[in-house]
């Protein structure tokens, strides 16, 4: 039995629970922080990240490198496309969503909205996260231009990026991030990602001492 | 024919290079830089950064990307292993070079000893030197942990881990920023790696304005 170490709001692990659910793997859920407990973190992941995901053998790290194995190994749902360049593209746009929209959006928002409210306990930074709001904008309006020319983010089937795409952005809507109004594509792709059992489950976590706005796992919103 | 437009000093432009140069797969070399003529590089890449590869028809971005893509569709010296294990591990250690070496390593010097020395014209700050050398020496122990486990960083065979590796060293190595004394192990590593006539033709690359120090391209170090 696989187990991932992982904590409700990080938006890798998220990434993948989303696309193990898909692929209809079964994990034991293991929670962890980056910021407590990091000794034990580090002995799994020398980067001492979440997440981590291990069999008592086997101990894989990095979101992308965990989503790359279960590809490989397990044939149904895949993440990548049929051909070469569709593959590229998928793996374009997931690491712009995991290093841009986790380094404008998701980061600055878990840092303001989460780490501060239950660990440091300092009052957020107004300005951080009106910047945030801005960088979101952007990475919707980006996301509509995608949509705009393809059913999925990276091509005509579900995959990668929309997996680390939806992963990123639900951690930013929890947090209040996200401003749907005016997004109309955008807000259809997500809603049809909101319907998928695989992704409801990870609507239902809660981040202790941090409430998510109502319109969270709705799906309409 | 494919076009790649990167920088001498990039050291994802180099991972590339290298790459590809072990496949046999010949590419025109465009120079452009991140910080002058931005909007044609954003035309090419949303993301604004080198390196692009393109032939006219199709453009990839994102090095980890463009590895995989080459990878998929030239069998010619494969980078990722035969197993999915030994291949999550290469990515996982491709991701660790890329981001926790070049954050805390190559990003730093690349401020203080070329972007400064060329572009801004400023001083450099001897504080972000040496915090990127105290970095460095964390990075070259963990290498030799690699090593002293196996043959090359992330199993039995050369791999997209120590490309990736590589490539961030010899860019750090070119800006002074390793200090080799101590690293017998990580040195007899890059020195075969050094020996290869793929990566050699990266090593007679000059940045303009900014001389590497007498030992960077010689075998003997
Ligand atoms: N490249 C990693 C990034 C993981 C990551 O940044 N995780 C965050 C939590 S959401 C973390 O552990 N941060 C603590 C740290 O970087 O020290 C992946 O894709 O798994
Ligand atoms: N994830 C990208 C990172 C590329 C990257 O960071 N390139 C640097 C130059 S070494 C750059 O273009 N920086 C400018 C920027 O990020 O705006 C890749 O692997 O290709």
Redesign the interface.
């Known amino acids: 039995m696989w187990r991932l170490h992982q904590f409700p709001l990080c938006p890798f692990s998220r990434a993948v629970r989303f696309a193990l659910a898909e692929k209809g793997v079964v994990v034991e859920l293991v929670p962890v922080t980056p910021w407590g407990g990091r000794d034990a973190l580090v002995a799994m992941n020398?980067?001492g990240q979440t997440p981590v995901l291990e069999n008592g053998t086997?101990t894989?790290?990095?979101s992308?490198?965990?989503l790359?194995?279960f590809d490989?190994?397990v044939e149904r749902a895949p993440l990548l496309g049929a051909g070469?360049?569709e593959?590229?593209e998928g793996?374009?746009l997931a690491?712009?969503f995991a290093?841009?929209f986790y380094g404008e959006v998701t980061a600055p928002l878990l840092r303001e909205r989460m780490y501060k409210r239950v660990v440091t306990r300092e009052p957020p930074d107004g300005n951080a996260i009106r910047l945030a709001g801005r960088a979101a904008e952007v990475q919707l309006q980006?996301l509509e231009y995608l949509l705009d020319h393809n059913r999925w983010l990276a091509g005509p089937t579900f995959g990668v990026a929309d997996v680390v795409a939806a992963a990123q952005i639900s951690v930013a809507d929890y947090l209040m991030g996200i401003e749907w109004g005016g997004h109309e594509a955008a807000r259809t792709w997500y809603s049809a990602l909101k319907s998928r059992p695989s992704f409801r489950s990870l609507l239902s976590d809660r981040m202790e001492g941090v409430r998510p706005p109502p319109h969270y796992d709705q799906l309409d919103f």
Chains 1, 2 share one sequence.
């Open positions: 020398p980067a086997l894989l790290c990095d992308m490198a965990i790359e194995y490989e190994t070469a360049a593959r590229a793996r374009r690491a712009w290093q841009r980006y």
